[in-house]
């Protein structure tokens, strides 16, 4: 396993104002191969943060403005998921994990790094077109493939 990857770029939408209730959690969402974080930028976190949500994306490392490139092609999902964990872990609480393609793989592997800490994941949705996402952790609450969705 290559080491963490300290450089990380997140873009964040932030609400207006403070969610009333405080009960919704923030969105991390994780992109696919041969994109980065910029993707979600012009459409999706503004949406949702004007619904009251704390949108975040992530470039993984490799990627947009994250450090790695370097190693970008000697990475494997761990690392990936591993920068997903360290992304996650600066959040207030823990995020709905939302991922396309090889981010949703991303989004799955590190649900399952939490299942061996006992920590339970509230939702993960993927935009899965190849249906590629393996099995779902059993700490996973709910899971959402878009794709696979009626």
């Given at each position: 396993?290559?080491?963490l ?35 979600w ?67 799955l ?17 993927t ?24």
């Amino acid at each position: 396993m290559l080491p963490l990857e300290p450089n990380l770029e997140v873009r964040s939408c932030l609400p207006a104002r403070r969610n009333g209730n405080g009960r919704k959690p923030p969105l991390l969402f994780v992109h696919g191969g041969y994109c980065d974080a910029w993707c979600w930028a012009p459409h999706f976190l503004p949406w949702f943060a004007a619904r009251g949500y704390a949108a975040h994306a992530l470039s993984l490392r490799g990627h947009g403005a994250s450090g790695g490139r370097e190693t970008m092609f000697v990475t494997g999902l761990d690392e990936f998921a591993a920068d997903v964990e360290h992304v996650a872990a600066g959040l207030p609480v823990p995020p709905v994990l939302i991922g396309h393609s090889m981010g949703g793989l991303c989004a799955l592997t590190f649900a399952g790094i939490l299942k061996s800490e006992n920590i339970p994941v509230s939702l993960v949705v993927t935009i899965d077109p190849a249906q590629a996402s393996p099995k779902v952790p059993l700490n996973v609450e709910r899971f959402i493939n878009v794709f696979l969705s009626d």
